[in-house]
């Protein structure tokens, strides 16, 4: 089991920086790979960003490419999300996850993630 809590979110104006953190429960979190997805107001969640187990390799949406890093630092277990230049389509509800324990790659389909945490709230205004 892993048991991921998210923080750091806010309201924020266009053009504004927030970071999200994400901690998960366990001992194993170096042996597999974390993403953050977002979801809108009556729109489907989203793919956001992911990063390898080791934080080497990550992948992006192309909408936020450029604007938003992440990384892990695996001896906190935690994985970041680094959101700079923040438009207001950027609001929306963000959730970290996590795939079954082992699991590695540059995973993008929500069906690949078993864990969740709970979201945080990103609102940026115009």
């Known amino acids: 089991q892993v048991q991921l809590v998210e923080s750091g979110g806010g309201l924020v104006q266009a053009g504004g920086s927030l970071r999200l953190s994400c901690a998960a429960s366990g001992r194993t979190f170096s042996s597999y790979a974390m993403g953050w997805f977002r979801q809108a107001p009556w729109k489907e969640r989203e793919f956001v960003a992911a990063?390898?187990?080791?934080?080497?390799?990550?992948y992006y949406l192309d909408s936020v490419k450029g604007r938003f890093t992440i990384s892990r630092d695996n001896a906190k277990n935690t994985v970041y999300l680094q959101m700079n230049s923040l438009k207001p389509e950027d609001t929306a509800v963000y959730y970290c996850a996590a795939p079954r324990i082992g699991r590695d790659g540059l995973l993008h389909e929500i069906s690949q993630y078993e864990y969740w945490g709970q979201g945080t709230q990103v609102t940026v205004s115009s």
């Open positions: 990063i390898r187990w080791s934080g080497i390799s990550t």
